[in-house]
């Protein structure tokens, strides 16, 4: 087995760069594509990024990349890797597939070739007379055709890595948590500052911050499907949970605050704040945006808002921000980060931003308006 193997992390549209950076951070270098960041790595990497990416949305193992443009090629192609190495004799290997801008347009031809010509590959190197039993550990395969270039990878996440596992109850329009650790890591906080969202819904990005804030690795409650791969020792993952454990801060005091109009939404957050592990180290509270009241002289709000996608509610979404942006006049010393899709937010919330970015929430698209705090 090679001790380097090359990973893909993949990432929403304009998170790219921020996953590339927790890339860096982790030891490695990477190479920053559209939709995600590729880079190569020891085997040791494949736990370490499960358990630390908070952007990125999975973890894939490449295990070739080749051009096919007939049938013929992808089969014969795809039969000549080294499947044997990563897949277990009992292994269940489902195919999913994709192709844009290929001359092998018919993803379900491309799945069924792939997946004939991985079996005949491990019934060769198992040594296995009939079809393959596929009882055992997963293996999500897939098979990904760019202008006629073929990258066959198997998921190493399982479920996404937005998945946490802390999500007891969510609201109607839940922001993902993937999602709310970028637009947390896209500001300047640090956890010794003052944090508020005051649209906390089932508090996400309260909980991504207390996560930041503490350096709680965003994987460390959940499994992930390599966890049963024989190729990636167990002591790879031991060493990765104890890393991730050895780095947790969990003395770092925190002055995070979430508030809600909806007071069963409350409830929630401090459910999932508690599944988390952070039970006690954020406040949320119900009230109105109107009520907010800042008496620290500097702090941050970061927060997704309802946006007033239906024309019914663009009235009241006007007002809302309308009445955030008074309220920060009063305070110019507080730096101001908010997402939405609303058009005419500058113009309702009464300022130019300092910096906007442009952003998808799931398959909206969306603004994320920065305003710096002035120093005093």
């Not at 927790?22 to 085997?43: C, H, M, Q, S, W």
């Not at 809302?320 to 980060?337: A, R």
């Amino acid at each position: 087995m090679a001790q380097t193997v090359k990973l893909i992390a993949t990432s929403a549209m304009g998170l790219e760069s921020l996953v590339a950076n927790e890339v860096r951070d982790l030891g490695y270098e990477p190479t920053v594509d559209n939709g995600k960041v590729v880079f190569e790595a020891p085997i040791s990497a494949i736990p370490r990024c499960n358990l630390w990416l908070r952007v990125a949305d999975r973890v894939k193992l490449v295990i070739g990349e080749f051009k096919a443009i007939t049938f013929d090629e992808l089969f014969e192609k795809t039969k000549g890797l080294p499947w044997e190495k990563y897949i277990s004799e009992e292994g269940k290997f489902p195919v999913s597939g994709k192709s844009h801008k290929s001359t092998l347009f018919s993803v379900s031809d491309c799945q069924a070739i792939v997946k004939k010509a991985i079996v005949e590959r491990l019934k060769q190197k198992h040594g296995v007379a009939s079809r393959m039993p596929e009882s055992g550990e997963m293996y999500k395969v897939e098979v990904a055709l760019l202008k006629d270039i073929a990258t066959l990878t198997i998921d190493t996440s399982g479920e996404g890595l937005h998945k946490r596992g802390y999500r007891v109850g969510q609201g109607d329009a839940p922001l993902k948590e993937t999602l709310a650790a970028a637009l947390v890591q896209l500001t300047n906080w640090t956890p010794n500052d003052f944090f508020m969202d005051p649209f906390c819904g089932s508090g996400t990005i309260a909980i991504e911050a207390a996560l930041i804030g503490q350096n709680i690795a965003p994987g460390f409650n959940r499994a992930f499907a390599s966890e049963e791969w024989a190729f990636i020792k167990q002591r790879l993952w031991d060493e990765a949970f104890e890393e991730a454990e050895n780095k947790a801060n969990y003395d770092q005091p925190l002055h995070i605050i979430g508030t809600d109009i909806d007071h069963k939404m409350i409830e929630i957050s401090k459910q999932n704040a508690l599944e988390a592990g952070l039970g006690g180290l954020i406040t949320f509270k119900q009230m109105q945006a109107a009520d907010i009241s800042i008496k620290e002289e500097n702090g941050y709000i970061v927060t997704n808002p309802p946006y007033g996608e239906r024309i019914k509610d663009a009235t009241y979404v006007h007002e809302l921000y309308n009445t955030l942006g008074k309220i920060m006049k009063e305070h110019p010393t507080w730096s101001v980060y908010l997402l939405t899709s609303y058009k005419k937010f500058e113009q309702a919330y009464g300022s130019k931003a300092t910096k906007r970015r442009k952003l998808f929430n799931g398959f909206i698209e969306t603004q994320y308006y920065q305003y710096f705090g002035k120093k005093r």
